[in-house]
């Protein structure tokens, strides 16, 4: 086996940690002033200023992995950005979520991404006119709305919202909640999954439509917050949707094909949180071992109480196992496909929020009180990256998936075998 990234890999890691040193990291107090001031919902200036910068470098969408093997609606729009693949995309990742608002800079964050691998993969040529190529150009953001507070989301057969044809016309009526990315100013257009065929076998009764923020009876009711942080700008809002009527055009791919569609979205969306969780990951322990080497405890510094040894050792273990765990993920969506590669990319999901939140929390105690306040942002980097046990599936439903993987191995079909009758292979 071979461990070591591409020649083309390796440029972009020094393209893009360049950046970072040079003009994302010291950002980081201007963007902190710029969020305090005024209304905690709007555009922060310093964030489109390295968003020019970025684009004028070339270090732009470059999250869209190869289409091939995925026959598209249309492909006449040729997407603007590098294609790179899911392995080399990984370590960048990695690199942007050192800082919270990187990714956004280079025109690669959540859930915009995912929407915009939709928008390619299933959209019209005129719905990519439209919204894919303003998203492309990073001058809309947009929302995913599947998450409904009446029902249990983590199981989406559940999802009630009505998509109801009306001539020409879907209306639409429904509750969601967690729809990330919704608070902000910018935000112009969601992708909505709801129930069309509600009489039809239970996965093929959801479908995908395009819903434009400011259409009549859309009321975005209030943000929620994730122990006490609201994310903003960027938000996950509680919406109402009241006969809302869009065109029949706005339906991504055809009735009764939601599953599908979110199946596609979600495999790419998975693995980005985990890249960027294990850059997070980083971040709270190089603010761990700086913390420890620097403050003095009972007559010595604190990394010379021998627990901390353990802690850091641990940690650093975690990452490295972490990391190629992710990277195979990787390199199996791009050689095998995500279907293939849903054993790794649900272990990884399961493993990579659990294993930062481990170190983020270790460093928190670094910090001692200050740890758990609003001045080093490792609470904040905690609660962000807690939501990621839930986002894009619990992790009771991912292990159940790498449980059943496990026992189909043996011959376990999911239900309870005769008395009498043993599993393949046992004695």
Not at 202 to 212: D, E, G, R, T
Not at 239 to 255: D, F, H, Q, T
Not at 366 to 393: E, M, P, W
Request: hydrophobic share 40%; proline share 4%.
């Amino acid at each position: 086996m071979y461990f070591e990234h591409s020649d083309r890999a390796k440029e972009w890691i020094g393209r893009v940690s360049k950046f970072m040193d040079d003009h994302i990291i010291p950002a980081v107090p201007t963007y902190e002033a710029q969020q305090k001031e005024g209304s905690r919902w709007k555009v922060i200036q310093v964030v489109e200023d390295l968003k020019v910068k970025a684009k004028k470098e070339g270090l732009w969408n470059f999250f869209m992995p190869s289409s091939s093997g995925h026959p598209k609606v249309d492909d006449t729009f040729q997407f603007e950005g590098e294609t790179l693949t899911n392995l080399e995309y990984a370590p960048l990742a990695e690199i942007m979520g050192r800082v919270v608002f990187a990714s956004e800079v280079f025109n690669c964050s959540a859930p915009d991404t995912g929407n915009m691998e939709v928008f390619e993969r299933y959209g019209t040529r005129a719905q990519k006119d439209q919204w894919l190529k303003p998203l492309m150009n990073g001058e809309i953001r947009s929302a995913f709305l599947m998450t409904e507070p009446a029902v249990a989301s983590s199981d989406a057969t559940n999802i009630q919202c009505e998509i109801k044809r009306d001539g020409d016309d879907y209306v639409i009526n429904g509750r969601k909640w967690w729809s990330s990315g919704a608070g902000d100013p910018r935000c112009k257009i969601a992708i909505l999954m709801g129930k069309t065929n509600p009489d039809n076998p239970k996965h093929s009764q959801q479908s995908q439509i395009l819903v434009p923020l400011d259409a009549k009876g859309v009321t975005i009711e209030r943000p929620l917050t994730v122990f006490g942080y609201d994310d903003a700008p960027h938000g996950h809002m509680e919406i109402e949707l009241k006969n809302v009527r869009v065109p029949a055009s706005n339906l991504l791919l055809g009735e009764g094909r939601g599953f599908e569609i979110a199946q596609g979205r979600l495999g790419p969306g998975r693995i980005h949180h985990c890249m960027r969780t294990i850059g997070a990951a980083e971040a709270a322990l190089a603010a761990l071992c700086k913390r420890i080497t620097t403050r003095v405890a009972f007559g010595k510094t604190i990394a010379e109480h021998s627990v901390w040894e353990e802690r850091i050792a641990r940690a650093r273990i975690d990452i490295e196992m972490n990391r190629l765990l992710c990277l195979k993920a990787a390199y199996m969506m791009d050689v095998a496909g995500n279907k293939v590669a849903k054993n790794e990319i649900a272990m990884i999901k399961v493993s990579a929020p659990t294993m930062a939140l481990r170190i983020i929390d270790d460093a928190i105690q670094a910090h001692g009180a200050a740890g758990v306040c609003q001045d080093f942002n490792l609470a904040k980097s905690y609660a962000g990256i807690r939501t990621l046990r839930l986002a894009d599936g619990p992790d009771e439903v991912h292990a159940r998936t790498i449980a059943m993987n496990e026992l189909a191995k043996y011959g376990w079909t999911g239900k309870r075998k005769q008395e009498g009758e043993s599993l393949p292979g046992m004695r």
